[in-house]
């Protein structure tokens, strides 16, 4: 703001103040020297707040003092009287203007841009004006007592009064108007008229019309209670013409009439006429006509801020509805625009919602209950070809164990005989839906990719086993070459000869290493499961023993094994011995340099007659975001480290549990260091039973 923005409006509030300030000194009561009405504190209110960020406003504050001063002893206020009348007016003005930046500080004179729409913000706006006048009160009628040697009670009700009064309505028009005036400076440059004329052009002639006669019958209504001479007491019923335009038209006519007609009580009161006039004692006749001002902007202002905050509400809850049906249609679309399956289900196997792709990639197959039906309905299998227990059902373990599952299930019924390979994976919901638990299900036909990865997996088996007999020859007669080098003459092309197979030799262990690797692999996915009792405890007693042997024979550092009590499983004892020994040949292997392994094997149970086995290391851990995709086949997470391997291990170990029913994750080791590995098995028969005869029911 230039100085002379900030002066020029100086100028013209110092003069709409010294109006106000005349006007308010020619409705002085009897010796209090106290006036009826002061519509000049609404004017300091509204003076200080357009100008508190102008950094002339000690102009200002100078320019009310001296328009206070002068009226006041021109009007025949003694000049002590009105040094404190000053002090007053200052003070008021400056209570009002901490206390609505305060409390209304998103409102345009608070700081903000918004307008006064809220019947909170109208409480505030009174409070502020209540506190702020109680605050002048303090000074002023102390003026009186001090000129006057008797302090008046009623003169201090009616400055407390008057002054807030004063400061509601006309605080409310100045709010109003500053308002406007922000939002026609901020928007497109359009002159005033034109906004003018396109805001009445929205006006229908029925609320033109009501307009019209709210006008007239206030103005009739008003002249029969105030200036007829009938001597009833008709000013309180006059409020239903508040209410009425409260109730009806804009919150900004209800403002100017709440103005207009409350200054016609008054002025009739002045005149001598209507039912407030007749009251013999001045402060009494002031309390009553100023409570009936108030009154009158209150239940105004009350009942048309109430009705926008209600419409305001209704319009968002309208949109919000429309929003809601916009985007539930959006995902409607989608879901049922998808290839993949869809289906969110409860504990109890209700179908909460499915889309088309789900009824058809199981055949059409859609159970009349609302829930799903059982395995035998819908022709669900294992890969291997067992029928799917209900209880396996990845949407029941996802929501037994509150972790995601996922596993391939074989559809084969009568609208899909020759089979369909769905992967399915289910997640439980982080919210309840109808308070209860449900499970959100995705399965895919992958029937042509495992086709295509159990060819290749077939194909690399048979090339595996078949290599192994001239990759034996290769190192049988490099062995020998290598040994009949041994006599040979010290020579330098007897030197290159050796370094050679050395080197075939070196590269013939790591071919030998990926074909028992594929052919693991091979077997892991295709050989029949021959479940039994197996001793976790000795299994890795005995896994342990031969690592450390292997370390110490290769002058390594020994790992360390921590091994509590385990629980026996009831698994293929083979493969079970190769998921054991996968794992901690990894955590022996991919270690720091200098650091001993140190290794952590404990099981727990896993709930429905399961068994959670954990292998924790202490090694260089593995990368984030690569904890899931470590199990792919042929993925390395240290390619370029320096540590061989195929990445076919963990591949393995996952195939291998994932056909016993379980499931296996990696995440960081305790305190982020290391890796944990997870897994989850079938428990011993013998251990099993002994968990239901213990149980309680």
Known sequence: MTPA??????????????????????????????????????????????????????????????????????TGAPPVLALMYVAANLVQAGVFVYLFRRWLPHLWGGGGDQPLARLAELWRLIGSAFLASAAGALIGPTAGWVVHGVHSWPATAVWQTRNTVSILLIGAVGLRLGHLVHRMRAGPA?????????????LTWPRACEYVAVVVVSAFTYFIAFGADHGLPLAFPLLAMTVWAAVRLRTGFVVLHDLVFGSVAVLYTLHGDGPFAHVGDNAGRALIAQAFVGMVAIVGLSLALGRDER???????????RAAADQAATLGTIVDGMAEGLAVLDEQGKLILRNPAGVQLLGG?????????????????????????????????????????????????????????????????????????????????????RRHRDELASFAGVVAHDLLNPLATVQGWSDAALVALEDAPAHDAVEDAVDGLQRVRRAGARMRNLINDLLAYTTARDAALAPADVSLTALVSEIATARADQAESAGGPVPRFHVEDLPGVHADPVLIRQVLDNLISNAVKYVAPGVTPELGISAADAGNDYVEVRVVDNGIGIPAGQHGRVFDNFHRAHRTAGYVGTGLGLGICRRIVERHGGTIVAEPGPGGRGTCIRFTVPASVAVSAHRHATSPG
């Open 311 to 321: 419409s305001r509400l209704l319009a968002d809850l309208r949109a919000s509805e």
């Open 190 to 202: 359009t002159g005033v008229w034109t906004r003018v004329r396109s805001r009445l052009a929205t």
């Open 365 to 449: 197959a859609v159970s009349k209950t609302g829930r799903i039906a059982d395995s035998e309905f819908y022709g669900l299998f294992h890969p291997d070809g067992t029928p799917v227990d209900a209880a396996d059902l990845p949407f029941r373990r996802a929501l037994l164990t509150g972790e995601p599952h996922s596993m391939d299930i074989v559809v084969r019924n009568a609208q899909v005989p020759d089979g369909r390979v769905l992967h399915v994976t289910a997640t439980r919901l982080p919210h309840l839906i109808d308070g209860r638990p449900c499970a959100l299900s995705i399965f895919s036909d992958v029937t042509a990719e």
């Open 5 to 74: 923005t900030s002066l020029l409006r100086t100028a013209g509030f110092a003069a709409l103040y010294l109006a106000t300030t005349w006007l308010g000194r020619q409705t002085i009561m009897d010796g209090t020297n106290l006036s009826l009405v002061w519509p000049a504190a609404g004017v300091s209110a509204v003076w200080f707040l357009v100008q508190w960020r102008s950094r002339w406003r000690a102009c200002d504050a100078l320019a009310l003092a001296g328009v206070t001063l002068v009226v006041n002893t021109a």
